[in-house]
């Protein structure tokens, strides 16, 4: 049964969709859709009904997020990340942040760890600086921030780190996205300057906090899966919308000798149905792993490698599938990918920026073999 979210989320990314031009243009989601995503909820998917979220499962919010992408890939990107990071930093934090941040319906967070800040104990709390790149939706968000490192009194080894947030009054956006695909997104540079911040306002997202929320709890201490399912989520709805378009032109388009639609091709059939089972075989993997890993979080909040593992690989193995459906798609379609403004070459180059991402990348790929194959110990990126 489809729900009342879904059907908003859906509604809205159409719309975006017919506004996809706005959103190129101005680089970010329109003000205005970023508003009505939140009056519908869509931020709160993740989070427990207990804190006035609609306590959605990750299969469920992953379903809406692929559902969404297959309109609009930027708007459904910041709509899915941003879900999954208002459960993972209320997860993660103090309950004196968690009652201030979701006093506002439309509350909204936008960090990265691309670079790091500084955190410097400094009475009850941290000066806390930095400058972060690849912050989604920062122009819509109310918290901003991201990753901060502790002084080293040694000098040595890995500084400990966690990420820290501000209200968005007290930092400034640096418009530095300009970018072939995924442009929409807004993933501008957060600027914090030197400022005393509470601890509740920092985050070790590597355990839980102070609070168990029941499953939602989950989405710390267990990797970056929030972030690389969504990823996924985006590249299945891109390669979806690539499918669909694909399968209605073909019906039209004249072949090689222009006297027979291609859909009348055997090369093309095979095709069509090859890719069209990947597809089916990529959702299904996440969708699985999710389940799974849903089931397990009702029993402990900490996953077992293998259910971690299993999510992880499923995510990776869908972004860089749907990136060569993509590509398979357009060889098909031949030269009806070259206008600028056609569906085609939004889907290749929104596939190939989405796909690069570091919750995916390859050197996520090597760290979870060496855990898979027990070249390496337990480790958080995984």
Same mark, same amino acid.
């Given at each position: 049964?489809?729900? *009342?979210?879904?059907?908003?989320?859906?509604?809205?990314?159409? &719309?975006?969709?017919?506004?996809?031009?706005?959103?190129?243009?101005?680089?970010?989601?329109?003000?205005?859709?970023?508003?009505?995503?939140?009056?519908?909820?869509?931020?709160?998917?993740?989070?427990?009904?207990?804190?006035?979220?609609?306590?959605?499962?990750?299969?469920?919010?992953?379903?809406?997020?692929?559902?969404? @992408?297959?309109?609009?890939? *930027?708007?459904?990107?910041?709509?899915?990340?941003?879900?999954?990071?208002?459960? !993972?930093?209320?997860?993660?934090?103090?309950?004196?942040? !968690?009652?201030?941040?979701?006093?506002?319906?439309?509350?909204?967070?936008?960090?990265?760890?691309?670079?790091?800040?500084?955190?410097?104990?400094?009475?009850?709390? =941290?000066? =806390? %600086?930095?400058?972060?790149?690849?912050? *989604?939706?920062?122009?819509? @968000?109310?918290?901003?921030?991201?990753?901060?490192?502790?002084?080293?009194?040694?000098?040595?080894?890995?500084?400990?780190?966690?990420?820290?947030?501000?209200?968005?009054?007290?930092?400034?956006?640096?418009?530095?996205?300009?970018?072939?695909?995924?442009?929409?997104?807004?993933?501008?540079?957060?600027?914090?300057?030197?400022?005393?911040?509470?601890?509740?306002? !920092?985050?070790?997202?590597?355990?839980?906090?102070?609070?168990?929320?029941?499953?939602?709890?989950?989405?710390?201490?267990?990797?970056?899966?929030?972030?690389?399912?969504?990823?996924?989520?985006?590249?299945?709805?891109?390669?979806?919308? @690539?499918?669909?378009?694909?399968?209605?032109?073909?019906?039209?388009?004249?072949?090689?000798?222009? !006297?027979?639609?291609?859909?009348?091709? *055997?090369?093309?059939?095979?095709?069509?149905?090859?890719?069209?089972?990947?597809?089916? %075989?990529?959702?299904?993997?996440? &969708?699985?792993?999710?389940?799974?890993?849903?089931?397990?979080?009702?029993?402990?909040?900490?996953?077992?490698?293998?259910?971690?593992? %299993?999510? =992880?690989?499923?995510?990776?193995?869908?972004?860089?599938? @749907?990136?060569?459906?993509?590509?398979?798609?357009?060889?098909?379609?031949?030269?009806?990918?070259?206008?600028?403004?056609?569906?085609?070459?939004?889907?290749?180059?929104?596939?190939?920026?989405?796909?690069?991402?570091?919750?995916?990348?390859?050197?996520?790929?090597?760290?979870?073999?060496?855990?898979?194959?027990?070249?390496?110990?337990?480790?958080?990126?995984?």
């Amino acid at each position: 049964m489809v729900d *009342s979210v879904h059907t908003a989320g859906v509604i809205l990314a159409k &719309e975006a969709d017919a506004r996809r031009g706005e959103l190129e243009r101005e680089r970010q989601v329109p003000k205005d859709l970023f508003q009505r995503a939140g009056d519908a909820g869509l931020f709160r998917q993740l989070l427990c009904t207990e804190l006035g979220g609609l306590g959605k499962s990750p299969a469920e919010w992953f379903q809406t997020s692929v559902d969404m @992408a297959r309109w609009e890939p *930027s708007f459904a990107w910041v709509v899915a990340q941003g879900a999954g990071d208002v459960a !993972t930093y209320v997860a993660a934090g103090d309950p004196a942040f !968690t009652s201030v941040f979701l006093a506002d319906r439309r509350a909204y967070l936008a960090g990265s760890d691309n670079t790091a800040g500084t955190l410097v104990p400094d009475g009850d709390g =941290f000066l =806390f %600086a930095g400058r972060w790149g690849f912050c *989604s939706g920062c122009q819509g @968000a109310t918290w901003v921030g991201g990753k901060g490192v502790f002084p080293q009194e040694d000098g040595g080894g890995v500084p400990e780190w966690r990420y820290g947030l501000v209200p968005i009054e007290r930092a400034r956006i640096e418009e530095t996205w300009d970018v072939m695909g995924m442009i929409g997104t807004g993933s501008h540079t957060v600027v914090v300057e030197q400022q005393h911040i509470p601890d509740a306002w !920092t985050f070790n997202i590597r355990r839980p906090g102070v609070k168990d929320y029941g499953p939602m709890s989950v989405t710390v201490g267990n990797g970056y899966w929030p972030v690389a399912t969504s990823v996924a989520a985006i590249q299945l709805g891109i390669s979806r919308r @690539a499918l669909d378009a694909a399968a209605e032109l073909v019906k039209v388009k004249p072949g090689v000798m222009r !006297t027979r639609p291609l859909i009348e091709n *055997s090369h093309v059939q095979r095709q069509l149905m090859q890719v069209e089972g990947t597809w089916m %075989a990529s959702h299904a993997g996440v &969708e699985q792993a999710l389940t799974r890993m849903w089931r397990e979080a009702q029993q402990s909040r900490r996953l077992p490698i293998e259910a971690r593992l %299993a999510l =992880f690989t499923a995510n990776a193995h869908a972004s860089a599938t @749907a990136t060569k459906i993509v590509e398979s798609v357009c060889d098909m379609v031949g030269t009806s990918v070259a206008p600028a403004r056609g569906i085609f070459g939004a889907c290749l180059r929104d596939a190939r920026t989405i796909g690069s991402h570091a919750a995916v990348s390859g050197p996520g790929v090597e760290m979870a073999a060496q855990l898979r194959f027990g070249l390496i110990e337990d480790t958080f990126w995984v």
